[in-house]
Nanobody, 131 residues
Framework: QLVESGGGSVQAGESLRLSCTASGYTYNRYCMAWFRQFPGKEREGVAGIATDADGRAKYADSAKGRFTISRDNAKDTVHLQMNNLKPEDTAMYYC??????????????????????????WGQGTQVTVS
């Protein structure tokens, strides 16, 4: 199970920090990623981070320079620090992990893409609204 938190309503230019805590073997030991979904649109990738020794973070173009993904493997938790938020960032944000080992979700998140929902574990989402 993946549980997101930290969403809310903010003004443009403000910041939010999203968190995702995994339980029940849903924390992928290779990659964890964040995706978002606009109303009526498909999900898109935001950022991914390698949860192994590599620790590399990857970002979609929309997130570069404003968002920072981080991990706390001891707590099976990943965070998404979002600064200088814009109204176009308004969306439901999801944390996700591939059911299989590997970096696929990180690669897709960096490309702004999203994998098939049934290919992994997804949280319930946390709403971010920027006005």
């Amino acid at each position: 199970q993946l549980v997101e938190s930290g969403g809310g309503s903010v003004q443009a230019g403000e910041s939010l920090r999203l968190s995702c805590t995994a339980s029940g073997y849903t924390y992928n030991r290779y990659c964890m990623a964040w995706f978002r979904q606009f109303p009526g649109k498909e999900r898109e990738g935001v950022a991914g981070i390698a949860t192994d020794a590599d620790g590399r973070a990857k970002y979609a173009d929309s997130a570069k320079g404003r968002f920072t993904i981080s991990r706390d493997n001891a707590k099976d938790t990943v965070h998404l620090q979002m600064n200088n938020l814009k109204p176009e960032d308004t969306a439901m944000y999801y944390c996700a992990a591939d059911r299989n080992p590997g970096y696929r979700y990180c690669t897709m998140a960096a490309r702004g893409q999203a994998p098939p929902p049934d290919s992994g574990y997804w949280g319930q989402g946390t709403q971010v609204t920027v006005s």
